[in-house]
């Protein structure tokens, strides 16, 4: 069975330029959060959708958006992206009020 | 809310050697308690987890975690390590019943095995 993933891989940005980036879930799973890890800290929690309404947020700027579609899959968007938006973007997905998350490989993205 | 801490941030160790990783809680509401690991360029893996029911949970190569409500903690151990098992662990919290379930993560710890 496939597990979460995500794209693109890598991903390299301009300061104040925007970035999309992707997940799918496993199948099956109707829940999708997406975390920011920055370099030799713990994953942090930017946001959490559940049959596409979003069910949290974290202490992100509004800068960073999201939304999930109608097959489960997700889209996390950061405009205006800063230096410190160089973190890897971890998604992780879970079938229901079932708290195990599994996550996929993450994007890794530098803001030069 | 919910918070985490793991202590060491690095923790050198032989090979076939045991190891204990240290994770404590702090939370005003029941939680569910999980360590995931990471290794090089790579996502998070779950390792093992806490729900309820027994205190002591084992995962299939080997590590174990003892839920200690009274000192909340949830440290992970290993009888004998191997090479393999050099990686970043994070342990993390999530509280019950909240209404995301978000997982609040420790800063991790290095696990480096040495031959």
């Known amino acids: 069975d496939a597990g979460v993933t995500q794209s693109p891989t890598h991903l390299i940005k301009t300061r104040g330029q925007q970035v999309t980036l992707r997940c799918s879930p496993i199948s099956g799973h109707k829940s999708v959060s997406w975390y920011q890890q920055v370099l030799g800290q713990g994953p942090q929690f930017i946001f959490q959708?559940?049959?596409?309404?979003?069910?949290g947020r974290g202490n992100f700027p509004d800068r960073f958006s999201a939304r999930q579609f109608p097959n489960y899959s997700s889209e996390l968007n950061v405009n205006a992206l800063l230096l410190g938006d160089s973190a890897l973007y971890l998604c992780?997905?879970?079938?229901?009020?079932?708290?195990?998350?599994?996550f996929g490989p993450g994007t890794r993205l530098t803001v030069t | 809310a919910q918070s985490v801490t793991q202590l060491d941030s690095q923790v050198p160790v032989f090979e076939e050697a045991p190891v204990e990783l240290r994770c404590n809680y702090s939370s005003s509401v029941s939680v569910y308690l999980f360590w995931y690991v990471q290794y090089p360029n790579q996502g998070l893996q779950l390792l093992l987890k806490y729900l309820s029911g027994s205190t002591l949970v084992e995962s299939i190569n080997g590590f174990e975690a003892e839920f200690n409500k009274s000192q909340t903690s949830f440290h992970l151990r290993k009888p004998s390590v191997h090479i393999s098992d050099t990686a970043e662990y994070f342990c993390a919290v999530s509280g019950v019943g909240g209404a995301t379930n978000k997982l609040i993560f420790g800063t991790g710890t290095l696990l480096a095995v040495q031959p």
């Open positions: 959708y559940y049959e596409k309404e979003e069910r």
């Open positions: 992780a997905s879970r079938m229901d009020r079932v708290n195990e998350q599994y």
